[in-house]
């Protein structure tokens, strides 16, 4: 069972930790939306600017709204239905023993 998250990205992530391509499908997909949805503190309520900026923090491609709009659709970000107010979904539990960088404070 594969329980590096940054192995598994390994192809996807440049030399600062930022998702460089985003991969199409599969397990690797998921596994960086659970690499960018790290990235947020539990418990926290952000602005879509502040989810904005965060996912910005973490990718290079320049597509934050579809990794926004993947980050709702597979409930590891929820938001208001105004979208006033978004915060961190559930902890997936594809990988086991993942060490992952703590969230950046914005």
Not at 54 to 61: A, D, K, L, V
Request: net charge neutral; glycine share 6%; charged share 25%.
């Amino acid at each position: 069972m594969i329980n590096d998250i940054q192995t598994l990205l390994k192809n996807h992530l440049d030399d600062e930790g930022k998702l460089s391509q985003w991969p199409s499908k599969g397990i690797k997909k998921q596994a960086a939306l659970q690499y960018i949805a790290s990235k947020f503190e539990r418990g926290a309520d952000y602005t879509e600017a502040e989810v904005n900026a965060m996912i910005n923090q973490w990718h290079t491609f320049n597509d934050t709204g579809i990794l926004r709009k993947e980050l709702i659709n597979n409930n590891f970000l929820f938001r208001q239905r105004d979208g006033q107010r978004y915060w961190r979904g559930k902890d997936c539990e594809l990988f086991s023993g993942v060490h992952l960088l703590p969230p950046l404070s914005l």
